[in-house]
């Protein structure tokens, strides 16, 4: 049976990008013995992680910028600084801190993964495939190293190398909801329908599996047809009115030509 591939535009799926190595970032507990430096920092500290909590990355950025200044050594500081950078928007100056960090200091598999998601935020495809490459040679049992390849290798267009790297992922975390996500939405793009609702379906039964993936399945639902089975998904996560709208949009990308 030919696999169908869906039209240019006919679906947009969301990737789960997630950053891995900076544990260890928690608040430090303040002492009586504590300068004024101390309870700045700690401050300071907690400010960036309210506004992280909160997805004010910009604030949260200003913040980890500040910490870095007396911590330049710190890779967990300027994963912090990058990612929000780059969730905020800021692809270059994010770009420049990883890529500055490694120059002075030298590469890790943690450093590398951000450096590739920030190229891939700047649409920077080659650079980003390679980097992520060259942190699985570092960390080929990481499974969030292989997922973010994926990721890239799907953006390129190389759905069949992207899938042979969440495979990799999945070796080292069997049934991943973040993974599984990637994979469906790999498959999705492929055209390959049947493979990716399982992948998403599989997924969504996972314990941890996020909205994010219950909608990429709701999606790939009505694609398939099933237009029931994905306002049930919908209403697990969206308001009546969106629930409504969505129905609608389902009902047009039922109908759309498939070729």
């Known amino acids: 049976m030919p696999?169908?591939?869906?039209?240019?535009?006919?679906?947009?799926?969301?990737a789960a990008l997630w950053l891995g190595g900076c544990a260890g970032l928690g608040i430090k507990s303040q002492t009586?013995?504590?300068?004024?430096?101390?309870?700045?920092?700690?401050?300071?500290?907690?400010?960036?992680?309210s506004a992280e909590a909160s997805f004010d990355y910009q604030s949260a950025a200003v913040s980890w910028n500040h910490l870095r200044q007396t911590h330049l050594k710190d890779p967990n500081m300027a994963l912090r600084l990058a990612r929000n950078l780059r969730y905020s928007g800021q692809v270059q100056p994010a770009i420049d801190v990883t890529s500055g960090f490694i120059e002075a200091n030298g590469r890790s598999a943690p450093l590398l993964v951000e450096l590739g998601k920030d190229y891939l935020a700047g649409d920077r495809l080659g650079l980003a495939v390679r980097t992520l490459r060259d942190a699985s040679e570092l960390a080929p049992t990481d499974w969030e190293v292989w997922s973010a390849l994926g990721v890239a290798l799907d953006y390129q267009g190389n759905y069949t190398e992207a899938q042979t790297a969440y495979a990799r992922a999945l070796a080292q975390s069997a049934d991943n909801p973040v993974v599984l996500?990637?994979?469906?939405?790999?498959q999705a793009q492929a055209g390959q329908l049947v493979e990716a609702r399982a992948s998403l379906e599989k997924a969504v039964d996972q314990p941890k599996a996020t909205a994010q993936v219950r909608q990429n399945l709701a999606?790939?639902?009505?694609?398939s047809g099933d237009l029931g089975g994905a306002e049930r998904l919908n209403r697990q996560?969206?308001?009546?009115?969106?629930?409504?709208?969505?129905?609608?949009?389902y009902r047009l990308l039922a109908g759309a030509r498939i070729n």
């Not at 999606?219 to 694609?223: E, N, P, Q, T």
């Open 3 to 14: 696999r169908r591939r869906l039209s240019p535009g006919l679906i947009a799926l969301s």
């Open 32 to 49: 009586a013995a504590d300068g004024p430096e101390d309870v700045i920092e700690a401050s300071t500290r907690a400010a960036a992680l």
């Open 181 to 186: 996500n990637n994979l469906g939405l790999s």
């Open 219 to 223: 999606l790939i639902r009505a694609l």
């Open 237 to 249: 996560d969206l308001p009546a009115d969106e629930v409504r709208n969505n129905a609608a949009y």
